[in-house]
């Protein structure tokens, strides 16, 4: 094993001075103390408009998301009088899935047109499920459901 080297300890200085600079204690640390308070400071105003500035940047990206959820956002169709009920894709979307493609399942194409329209607008509860929804709340018309009825007689076999 080899043997360390036997070091001289370092004396420390004497109080009333620094590294023989001739500066005192107390004015070395007023020094320090200023130097560090300034320091501070810059750092304290700096942290301070970074965080009002990450805070301001942070609003104006939820707002402008905002914004453009909302412009961007999808617009419920209106039927007009322009835009036709499309009782063929109507019938593809919300009825093939209970009533089948060729309306043969639960659809009595011998019932009168007016009864076959208010189960269109106002739902129907058979015996057993699966209910018939109203969809009349759901934004269909008299007008539309007479169409979608006539649609259903014009497929059933």
Do not use: W
Request: aromatic residues 6%; proline residues 7%.
């Amino acid at each position: 094993m080899r043997k360390r080297p036997q070091t001289e300890l370092q004396t420390l200085p004497e109080p009333n001075s620094y590294g023989g600079m001739g500066i005192a204690l107390s004015e070395r640390d007023e020094v320090i103390k200023l130097s560090l308070g300034s320091f501070l400071k810059k750092v304290d105003a700096i942290m301070r408009f970074t965080l009002t500035r990450l805070i301001s940047m942070t609003v104006a990206a939820v707002a402008a998301s905002l914004f453009a959820v909302l412009l961007l956002g999808p617009v419920p169709a209106q039927a007009t009088v322009d835009d036709p009920f499309d009782a063929a894709g109507t019938y593809k979307t919300k009825c093939v899935a209970c009533h089948g493609a060729a309306a043969d399942k639960r659809f009595d194409k011998a019932l009168p047109d007016d009864q076959l329209v208010d189960i269109v607008l106002k739902g129907k509860k058979p015996e057993k499920p699966p209910n018939m929804p109203g969809y009349g709340e759901k934004g269909v018309t008299a007008e539309q459901a007479k169409t979608l009825v006539d649609y259903m007689k014009s497929i059933k076999q």
